[in-house]
């Protein structure tokens, strides 16, 4: 029976190394890959970065991003296993900067597209945290500044205060 077992999990992942780009991606983002982008989002926030006190000039490294997870849905990541996930999907949206140690952009409650994914009910998308990393001229031996939090924590208080 181990023997047989293996034999096809070795064929399984022989016939998973072959093949398109679709192929070489986890099943995370090929799950990942489905959701799709709201054409029309409606629930706006803006949201204002701003450093105070920097040492020196301080450069954005990577865009704004965005979890997005659909807690009412689940789908099989491992079939062998049997293991299961809630959707998620990553969104990296643009950032405008205002000045020299200030930020905005717009990020959107309902960015991703409540529907039928897995043939179970809509799912109900989310935005879980957000991110975005500074550093002083974006070389990559430069410690970079994270700054991300929960959103919910964001919506509730308003203004959050991160010391570094």
């Known amino acids: 029976m181990t023997a047989l077992m293996t034999a096809a999990v070795f064929s399984a992942l022989s ?32 949201l204002r970065i701003k450093i105070n006190d920097a040492p020196g000039p301080l450069k954005l490294t990577e865009k704004f991003g965005i979890d997005y997870k659909a807690e009412n849905c689940s789908y099989v990541i491992n079939h062998i296993e049997g ?28 960015a991703v597209m409540d529907e039928d994914y897995f043939g179970e009910g809509v799912c109900h998308w989310k935005p879980q945290g957000f991110g975005v990393a ?20 964001l919506m509730e208080r308003k203004t959050l205060t991160k010391y570094y």
Do not use: H, W
């Open 15 to 46: 016939l998973n190394a072959c093949g398109g780009s679709e192929k070489s991606m986890s099943i995370q983002e090929q799950t990942e890959a489905r959701f799709q982008l709201n054409p029309n989002p409606k629930q706006a926030y803006r």
């Open 134 to 153: 500074f550093k002083a001229t974006g070389n990559i031996e430069e410690t970079k500044f994270n700054f991300g939090n929960f959103l919910d924590t």
């Open 83 to 110: 293991a299961t996930a809630n959707p998620e999907k990553d969104v990296e949206i643009p950032v405008r900067q205002l000045g020299e140690f200030e930020y905005e952009t717009v990020i959107y409650v309902d």
